[in-house]
């Protein structure tokens, strides 16, 4: 079986807004990654690496970008803000579907 790397944040689907897209944009967010890494190539190791270092950052704050201090908020809106703005003007539909 062969390994499969991640794609990237910029390369990934509708702008990032996947679960892989969503682990690198909050380690942005976390000041964990900076904003300028992508993660593309990075391992399936690496990536669940990241994601309990993510995982462990948004504990306090219950998960929930509501209780994060201002600084946090301001960063994780702005981030989020432009990538549901990129992803809609490309197409994107947040609405489920039958088969999400």
Known sequence: ???QFYVGIDQDQNEGLTHLGRIVRDAWVFGILPETETCVGWSGAQ???LYEKVHSA???Y???P???PD???ARHNRLYT???ASAKGKGWDAELQDDD
């Open 58 to 60: 948004w504990e306090p």
């Open 66 to 68: 509501s209780r994060l």
């Open 47 to 49: 990536m669940q690496s």
């Open 82 to 84: 432009q990538a549901i």
């Open 1 to 3: 079986m062969t390994e």
């Open 71 to 73: 600084e946090l908020r």
């Open 62 to 64: 219950a998960h929930l």
